[in-house]
Nanobody, 116 residues
Framework: QVQLVESGGGLVQPGGSLRLSCAAS????????MRWYRQAPGKERELVAH????????NYAESVKGRFTISRDNAKNTVYLQMNSLKPEDTAVYYC?????????WGKGTLVTVSS
């Protein structure tokens, strides 16, 4: 079955960096676009970034452009989110998602807290 497992979250000071990973299994990872979402306390889940199956095209929410970078390693079935210049407003649970044969699959998320 499809599984997505996020890791790499934690507590970081403003201006710091984190790299999130999402390990995928149960489907042909290299054939599917992957997405990172986040959900801050009391807010709706929002799309942060996505990357096409071959990694050639990426897109970002305006709030993270220039600070976050999405990438993938199809040999490792893993998608990454490099987050730099973190701000307190980036505090959220971060999720990866893939739509496989019209079904959305989500990981359980990893918590990122940006605080001094």
């Amino acid at each position: 079955q499809v599984q997505l497992v996020e890791s790499g979250g934690g507590l970081v000071q403003p201006g710091g960096s984190l790299r999130l990973s999402c390990a995928a299994s149960g489907f042909t990872f290299s054939s599917y676009t992957m997405r990172w979402y986040r959900q801050a306390p009391g807010k709706e889940r929002e799309l942060v970034a996505h990357i096409t199956s071959d990694g050639r095209y990426t897109n970002y929410a305006e709030s993270v452009k220039g600070r976050f970078t999405i990438s993938r390693d199809n040999a490792k079935n893993t998608v990454y989110l490099q987050m730099n210049s973190l701000k307190p407003e980036d505090t959220a649970v971060y999720y990866c998602k893939s739509r496989v044969i019209s079904v959305d699959y989500w990981g359980k998320g990893t918590l990122v807290t940006v605080s001094s």
